[in-house]
């Protein structure tokens, strides 16, 4: 006994319980934001906003964890898509074009986080965000406004296709909030039930994290430990937030987004 008395002695020492601590409350923390994450985008999108303030957390600087965070994002809208793909078998059309300009516009934007200095978006991004909950709130009367109040008419394709690649740059630059203004450019100008246009949402999102995935990993400082932590869970979370937004009535959903989108523009903008 007397040799296990210095031991067992270091084992219980507060500065060795604080590292077991410390240690296993990263892995918590990226499981606990990486599944709420990737349902919240699955739901509304916004959901990166939790991973990105907590990967900061960690010490890691902004460039880093921008892009760490991006990467993370991918399987949980890979989740998504999959818990959808129902509903995306009646938008194969739609898919075409806005699938080009996702992965075209996710490609230039980011080309423009590894060119330009941070400052340039920082300014305006809270006010883009912002602007989404807005639209998103009116969208019956902008809607009538622009001459399309029938589900069944034809979707405003250059609009739809014009507004997915601009908010691609957006998220190629920036994936906070990407899902947010993705569904508020479908639910503008396409027409359709929010169920399905929520279902194209998810699968955009893929696409333009598909093409920050493939670009990041070559250029960009990914910290791979972090990416490993929280695709787990942003995967089932992302599967698990699908189905709940299919079972979301309209309104509701409608709703939750414009809530989510004014929270993540006023976080950025006070942050």
């Not at 423009?112 to 709130?137: I, Y």
């Not at 359709?192 to 990993?217: D, F, I």
């Amino acid at each position: 006994m007397a040799r296990l008395a210095p031991l067992w002695a270091g084992v219980i020492r507060p500065a060795n319980f604080l590292a077991v601590f410390t240690g296993w409350l990263e892995p918590t923390l990226f499981g606990f934001v990486g599944f709420f994450s990737g349902a919240i985008n699955a739901v509304a999108g916004g959901g990166s906003l939790l991973v990105f303030p907590a990967l900061l957390a960690t010490g890691m600087t902004p460039l880093v964890a921008n892009v760490t965070n991006s990467v993370a994002q991918g399987p949980g809208f890979v989740g998504a898509a999959v818990g959808q793909r129902s509903d995306l078998a009646s938008n194969r059309q739609r898919l075409v074009w806005t699938s080009i300009a996702a992965a075209v516009g996710s490609g230039i934007g980011c080309v423009l986080l590894l060119t330009l200095p941070g400052s340039v978006f920082d300014m305006v991004v809270p006010a883009l965000v912002g602007l989404s909950a807005v639209l998103m709130a009116l969208q019956g009367v902008i809607k009538r406004w622009l001459g399309n109040p029938d589900r069944d008419a034809p979707d405003h394709t250059v609009l739809l296709t014009a507004g997915i690649f601009l908010a691609s740059i957006y998220g190629g630059y920036f994936g906070g909030a990407r899902s947010v203004i993705l569904i508020v450019i479908l639910a503008l100008a396409a027409n359709g039930p929010l169920r399905e246009l929520n279902a194209v949402k998810s699968w955009l999102s893929l696409v333009g994290s598909a093409v920050t995935l493939a670009v990041y990993a070559l250029v960009a400082p990914v910290d791979w430990g972090a990416v490993l932590l929280l695709v787990p869970t942003t995967l089932l979370g992302g599967y698990v937030g699908s189905k709940l937004a299919q079972r979301l009535p309209a309104a509701a959903l409608r709703y939750l987004v414009v809530l989510i989108a004014a929270t993540v523009a006023i976080y950025m903008a006070v942050d």
